[in-house]
């Protein structure tokens, strides 16, 4: 069985927000400090998580993963949308590692969740896995096993890795959570 990367993609320009949302505070932490201690713990309780790898283009992010102990890799092509994220984080990733891609404003995403996700994963024996809420929308985080990584690569036009997620559904394991720990903050906040 592989081991997984968790790439945490975190270069979002924000447009529809005002400012950089990944620093707004949330509970008394800059918002993308949630996925960072959710990541470290996954870690820290899952030998199955190798590394966490965070792809971002600013400096404030880069100082909160050096607190976490964690890779940083600079996105110098951030304008070219979440593609570059998800190449440089699948390029700066250990060999024939599965890739779990998270995102940095799902403050209200807990631990157990991600962790039960991880756990259904493995048990599903599917080479993909996607959290959905209630109603089966898929959301981040998901995971795709080392066989996606060309796919991955493949992707341009600012599309994620959804496209892949969408054309394999019957290769999907859904991990479905409320709806509150998706939250989309761009139209929470404003």
Known sequence: MNKISIIILASGSSKRFNGNKLLYPINGKPMIEWSLINATL??????????VVVVSKYDEILKLTQKYNLKYINNFNSNEGITASIHLGVLHSKNHNDFMFMVGDEPYLRFETLLNFINGYLKSNLPLACLCDEDLNTSNP???????????????????GKTIILKNMDKVY?????KNELIDIDYLIK
């Open 42 to 51: 996954l870690k820290e309780r899952l030998s199955i998580i190798d590394e």
């Open 142 to 160: 998901c995971i795709f096993s080392y066989d996606y990584k060309d796919d991955l690569l493949k992707l341009s036009s600012d599309r994620g």
């Open 174 to 178: 859904l991990h479905k959570t409320s």
